[in-house]
């Protein structure tokens, strides 16, 4: 599979899978581990997780599976967040849910993602959420540290405005590398709030979280949804592909090189995504799902 070039010193499959189910998956360590193999057979070698992801647990799952082959390790990279903090059994602490972006929290939480991964480095690590209490200089100072040392390659964010993204971008001696972004046939803010455009202006690749819009399509329930189906499934019929086929391809074929991140636990669905790459939709098939998500005609 065809690598994106993030940075000089960092390049990411076309196709991103991301773990934030994985602990609903009912997966043994070998499933895991059987799992991740798959995935680089396909060429699927980025994995996306979080520290809050499973409850603060998937992070540990996923590491304590993939020690069982430890040079797979080496040929993995890892993408995972920080700046979350979630009201959880794990976490007795927290009393309500909020944002720590503090350079304390991040170097803590870079550390202990390593730490439940079982790696010596982070490919990539965002902060997860943009944060109404951040000190741009605090973070600034903890990818500082967390770069010196070797610990984290590169650093990006997640869900952040493009005023967001520039207040953060001007403290760093380095570039943000993505912005990664919830994007697909039926999540269109990223062309409104600039963010589609700020990446088209730095030759940023966006991450598109939830490509398939979490599955809401596939059980489509408003009108919103079944016309927007139903538009697919037209489009399906005349590429002689799947419905996610096509919903991957949408994101696939946009000229700003969005990365999708698969978030299915099953292989099979994994394979559909990655073939999807070979899925070419004309323009006018491209503004049939546009027109059909937004409701109306451009104008
Ligand atoms: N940065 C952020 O704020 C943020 C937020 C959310 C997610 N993420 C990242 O993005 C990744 C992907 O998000 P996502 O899981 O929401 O992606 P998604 O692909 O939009 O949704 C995955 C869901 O759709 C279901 N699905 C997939 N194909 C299907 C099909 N053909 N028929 C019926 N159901 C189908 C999956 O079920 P099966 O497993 O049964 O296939 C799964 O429940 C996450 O793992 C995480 O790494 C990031």
Request: hydrophobic residues 40%.
């Amino acid at each position: 599979m065809e690598q994106v070039a993030l940075s000089d010193d960092l390049t990411i499959s076309r196709i991103v899978h991301g773990m934030w189910r994985l602990s609903e998956w009912g997966f043994s360590d070998k499933d895991t581990l059987n799992f991740v193999e798959q995935c680089l057979e396909m060429g699927i070698d980025t994995f996306d997780h979080a520290d809050i992801y499973g409850d603060y647990t998937v992070e540990e799952q996923f590491g304590k599976a993939l020690s069982q082959n430890k040079s797979l390790n080496d040929k993995l990279k890892i993408v995972t967040k920080c700046g979350i903090k979630l009201v959880s059994k794990n976490r007795p602490e927290h009393y309500i849910k909020h944002y720590n972006t503090s350079y304390g929290h991040i170097i803590w939480s870079a550390e202990y993602s390593l730490k439940n991964l079982q790696r010596d480095n982070i490919d990539l690590l965002l902060i997860h959420r943009p944060d109404p209490y951040t000190d741009p200089y605090e973070v600034a100072k903890a990818f500082n540290k967390l770069k010196e040392e070797g610990k984290v390659k590169e650093f990006g964010v997640s869900n952040y405005l493009p005023s967001q993204f520039h207040a953060l971008q001007a403290y760093l001696d380095f570039p943000l590398v993505t912005n990664q972004v919830e994007i697909s046939v039926a999540a269109h803010q990223e062309w409104d709030n600039g963010t589609i455009d700020l990446c088209q202006e730095l030759g940023m690749s966006p991450m598109a979280w939830s490509p398939l819009a979490g599955g809401a399509i596939f059980s489509a329930q408003t009108h919103r949804y079944i016309t927007l189906k139903n538009v697919i499934h037209q489009v399906s019929d005349n590429l002689g592909v799947s419905i996610d086929q096509v919903m991957y391809a949408w994101l696939l074929n946009h000229p700003a090189n969005i990365i999708p991140i698969v978030g299915s636990g099953k292989i099979e669905r994994v394979k559909a995504a990655v073939e999807a790459r070979k899925v070419e939709l004309t323009r006018q098939q491209w503004f049939q799902i546009w027109v059909a998500a937004r409701g109306e005609s451009v104008p």
